[in-house]
């Protein structure tokens, strides 16, 4: 069977179509219908939902002969996308000779949290500052031009690498100094936004697959500052890896069929360290033999609270404080730590990919064009282009927005002709970015997924909202939310205002303080600390608390 695909094509109002095609031939075997075959092409076509018709993200285009639609295609699709050639990739099979487009998605110009230790010109000091994924740079204040010329006098430069679901940052230090960043869409989103989906996709013989992009992805970070740096891989002693429990177990090609089911029983949690063409395989800069720079994987709690948390918490000094902290990674894990230096309890909560526009009609990641505020004074969006759709931010200020003008009810309800038809926040001469029903539900599911597992881990803790000194809200949409507007529709206690502090990508930051901490020679002492702070940790499992139900219920109200 032959089909061309016209990758990252521009498709015009007319139907007609800008970009460059190319032909493949396949035999797509029983039940495949064009997603699978689209991934197995190693072309990527977003999929919050992993293929099962939810999302409604997969949207290809047909130039000419589109397949009669299905219902599907139906409830996700708007009239015009229909008549125009529009259908959802996991709802057809392939055919002879067809020929079909994927619209560009914009994920190359996503913003990707880095890292930024100085004030960051959105007055977050201390905190992470955003990059674009096709432009990382340099971090603020060096020149590349600085850098060119170093001959390598040793070896002591290190790869500090924050493994996320949805993204990849790798930073260079230098001894103590980051010199440089390069960021990119974890390309694994292709079998669906969140580790369920990648679960399911591994456990379904998917693993290897998965393993070769996120080694692309890592690789192809890496050569790009390598490059830019003039460095040769000689220079080079170590690779620092955190991420959650799945993304190390797929890295690593280890079966994932112990994360799907209970127990929950991961292969390890250990840290680790290896050799790079352990980990790397026959990846490599070049051709003249193995590399002998040393992998080092941060160590993880359990199945689904992992090492990116335990990196966090390192970076916010939890095992020396007596303080009473929370950290909350609002991703779609929704890992969450409570506690100090003497105990830590820990849990997760399947908050979904909605916080990062994610399974919602009218969501698009962090990219230009995007509406990330919504507010008395109108609407702002990404680089300041015309609104395509809303990310979290922007979900989050828009449901608080909509509450308090009453055009949604407490219960979530949309009010008047509005529950048929959504709301449009670009008005009604505006371009069309509507909030549904089901998207409300969606974001509604996610936010009282959070609340209730905050609730859950201070009764378990026995650390009241009131007794909390601290919430640090960990990543991208932590960094941007308007946390007076998470408040307001009930995600976060209105016990913490006035207590919120946004700590960025405090998973990179952690592998970072490693890294500065390793070549200052102190490396035996920070592998200590990594352990103690595992050891303090203690996982509420709300999957078996009788309470999470009931509370996720009473935090469902806006």
Same mark, same amino acid.
């Given at each position: 069977?032959?089909?061309?695909?016209?990758?990252?094509?521009?498709?015009?109002?007319?139907?007609?179509?800008?970009?460059?095609?190319?032909?493949?031939?396949?035999?797509?075997?029983?039940?495949?219908?064009?997603?699978?075959?689209?991934?197995?092409?190693?072309?990527?076509?977003?999929?919050?939902?992993?293929?099962?018709?939810?999302?409604?993200?997969?949207?290809?285009?047909?130039?000419?002969?589109?397949?009669?639609?299905?219902?599907?295609?139906?409830?996700?699709?708007?009239?015009?996308?229909?008549?125009?050639?529009?259908?959802?990739?996991?709802?057809?099979?392939?055919?002879?000779?067809?020929?079909?487009?994927?619209?560009?998605?914009?994920?190359?110009?996503?913003?990707?949290?880095?890292?930024?230790?100085?004030?960051?010109?959105?007055?977050?000091?201390?905190?992470?500052?955003?990059?674009?994924?096709?432009?990382?740079?340099?971090?603020?204040?060096?020149?590349?031009?600085?850098?060119?010329?170093?001959?390598?006098?040793?070896?002591?430069?290190?790869?500090?690498?924050?493994?996320?679901?949805?993204?990849?940052?790798?930073?260079?230090?230098?001894?103590?100094?980051?010199?440089?960043?390069?960021?990119?869409?974890?390309?694994?989103?292709?079998?669906?936004?969140?580790?369920?989906?990648?679960?399911?996709?591994?456990?379904?013989?998917?693993?290897?697959?998965?393993?070769?992009?996120?080694?692309?992805?890592?690789?192809?970070?890496?050569?790009?500052?390598?490059?830019?740096?003039?460095?040769?891989?000689?220079?080079?002693?170590?690779?620092?890896?955190?991420?959650?429990?799945?993304?190390?177990?797929?890295?690593?090609?280890?079966?994932?069929?112990?994360?799907?089911?209970?127990?929950?029983?991961?292969?390890?949690?250990?840290?680790?360290?290896?050799?790079?063409?352990?980990?790397?395989?026959?990846?490599?800069?070049?051709?003249?033999?193995?590399?002998?720079?040393?992998?080092?994987?941060?160590?993880?709690?359990?199945?689904?609270?992992?090492?990116?948390?335990?990196?966090?918490?390192?970076?916010?000094?939890?095992?020396?404080?007596?303080?009473?902290?929370?950290?909350?990674?609002?991703?779609?894990?929704?890992?969450?730590?409570?506690?100090?230096?003497?105990?830590?309890?820990?849990?997760?909560?399947?908050?979904?990919?909605?916080?990062?526009?994610?399974?919602?009609?009218?969501?698009?990641?962090?990219?230009?064009?995007?509406?990330?505020?919504?507010?008395?004074?109108?609407?702002?969006?990404?680089?300041?282009?015309?609104?395509?759709?809303?990310?979290?931010?922007?979900?989050?200020?828009?449901?608080?927005?909509?509450?308090?003008?009453?055009?949604?009810?407490?219960?979530?309800?949309?009010?008047?002709?509005?529950?048929?038809?959504?709301?449009?926040?670009?008005?009604?001469?505006?371009?069309?970015?509507?909030?549904?029903?089901?998207?409300?539900?969606?974001?509604?599911? +996610?936010?009282?997924?959070?609340? !209730?597992?905050? $609730? /859950? &881990?201070?009764?378990?803790? *026995?650390?009241?909202? =009131?007794?909390?000194?601290?919430?640090?809200?960990?990543?991208?949409?932590?960094?941007?939310?308007?946390?007076?507007?998470?408040?307001?529709?009930?995600?976060?206690?209105?016990?913490?205002?006035?207590?919120?502090?946004?700590?960025?990508?405090?998973?990179?930051?952690?592998?970072?303080?490693?890294?500065?901490?390793? +070549?200052?020679?102190?490396?035996? !002492?920070?592998? $200590? /600390? &990594?352990?103690?702070?595992? *050891?303090?940790?203690? =996982?509420?499992?709300?999957?078996?608390?009788?309470?999470?139900?009931?509370?996720?219920?009473?935090?469902?109200?806006?």
């Amino acid at each position: 069977m032959n089909i061309t695909v016209i990758e990252s094509g521009k498709v015009h109002t007319d139907g007609s179509v800008q970009g460059n095609g190319r032909q493949y031939a396949f035999d797509p075997g029983d039940g495949r219908n064009l997603l699978h075959c689209l991934r197995e092409l190693g072309i990527s076509v977003p999929n919050d939902c992993g293929g099962n018709g939810r999302c409604g993200k997969c949207k290809v285009f047909f130039p000419e002969g589109a397949p009669e639609a299905t219902e599907g295609d139906l409830e996700k699709l708007s009239p015009e996308e229909l008549e125009l050639g529009y259908r959802l990739a996991c709802m057809h099979a392939p055919g002879e000779d067809m020929v079909i487009v994927i619209p560009e998605s914009g994920e190359d110009a996503m913003e990707i949290l880095g890292t930024q230790v100085h004030t960051t010109d959105a007055g977050k000091p201390g905190m992470t500052e955003p990059m674009a994924s096709a432009d990382m740079g340099i971090i603020r204040g060096k020149e590349t031009e600085d850098l060119q010329e170093d001959k390598c006098p040793d070896d002591n430069y290190r790869f500090a690498i924050d493994l996320g679901t949805t993204t990849v940052v790798v930073a260079l230090l230098k001894g103590t100094e980051v010199i440089g960043t390069e960021a990119c869409v974890n390309h694994q989103r292709r079998f669906g936004a969140d580790v369920i989906s990648r679960i399911q996709a591994s456990m379904e013989g998917k693993g290897e697959a998965l393993r070769e992009i996120i080694l692309d992805d890592l690789m192809g970070a890496m050569e790009k500052l390598k490059e830019r740096l003039h460095l040769s891989e000689n220079c080079i002693r170590q690779v620092i890896i955190a991420g959650n429990t799945t993304m190390l177990h797929l890295l690593l090609g280890y079966p994932c069929a112990g994360l799907g089911h209970a127990p929950f029983k991961p292969v390890t949690l250990e840290m680790g360290r290896d050799s790079f063409d352990s980990v790397f395989g026959r990846r490599n800069f070049n051709n003249d033999g193995k590399i002998a720079w040393e992998v080092l994987l941060f160590p993880g709690f359990s199945a689904f609270v992992g090492a990116d948390i335990i990196s966090g918490l390192y970076f916010c000094d939890m095992q020396t404080v007596s303080a009473n902290r929370l950290l909350v990674d609002l991703g779609t894990n929704g890992e969450m730590a409570l506690g100090n230096n003497k105990k830590i309890y820990v849990t997760s909560t399947a908050a979904g990919p909605a916080f990062e526009g994610g399974n919602l009609s009218c969501g698009v990641g962090s990219i230009p064009g995007a509406v990330c505020h919504v507010g008395e004074d109108g609407i702002t969006t990404i680089g300041d282009k015309t609104p395509i759709g809303l990310c979290g931010t922007g979900v989050i200020e828009a449901l608080a927005y909509m509450k308090r003008h009453g055009i949604m009810d407490e219960n979530g309800l949309l009010q008047g002709d509005f529950f048929e038809t959504g709301y449009n926040i670009c008005g009604k001469f505006g371009p069309k970015v509507v909030i549904t029903q089901e998207d409300i539900r969606q974001v509604q599911m +996610a936010k009282a997924a959070i609340r !209730a597992g905050i $609730e /859950i &881990l201070s009764l378990r803790s *026995g650390i009241s909202c =009131e007794e909390i000194d601290e919430l640090a809200l960990a990543g991208g949409f932590g960094y941007y939310l308007d946390t007076e507007a998470a408040v307001e529709i009930g995600m976060l206690p209105k016990e913490m205002a006035g207590k919120i502090r946004a700590v960025g990508n405090s998973s990179l930051e952690g592998v970072i303080r490693y890294g500065r901490e390793a +070549a200052a020679g102190r490396e035996e !002492a920070q592998e $200590e /600390i &990594l352990m103690k702070i595992q *050891g303090l940790g203690e =996982e509420i499992s709300l999957a078996e608390d009788p309470l999470f139900r009931e509370k996720f219920l009473e935090y469902m109200r806006f």
